[in-house]
């Protein structure tokens, strides 16, 4: 796997994830794969989204109601997931 090398993180900043990754019981490096891992999945799920509302421009609308309960459906296992990553057990 490729490495990455992040110059000029303020100190404030640096100490806070630090204490979160400790929180977790984590290194450092284990705690930010997982936060870098995360936003790719976002990425992915953002780049699916456009592409799926390029495919559907021009049909007609889904009723308020049933858009509503997708979109409630999926911050539900949005928010499951967090939780599983918060409280993974660490290696």
Do not use: C, K
């Not at 640096?14 to 995360?38: F, K, M, N």
Request: charged share 35%.
């Amino acid at each position: 796997m490729p490495n990455v090398l992040i110059r000029d993180v303020p100190d404030d900043d640096l100490d806070q994830i630090r204490s979160a990754a400790a929180e977790r019981g984590t290194s450092l490096q284990s705690y930010l794969r997982d936060a870098v891992h995360a936003q790719a999945a976002y990425l992915r799920r953002q780049a699916a989204l456009a592409r799926t509302a390029e495919r559907l421009d021009g049909r007609p609308e889904v009723p308020a109601d049933e858009r509503r309960a997708v979109l409630d459906a999926i911050a539900d296992g949005h928010s499951e997931r967090a939780d599983r990553l918060i409280n993974r057990p660490a290696p």
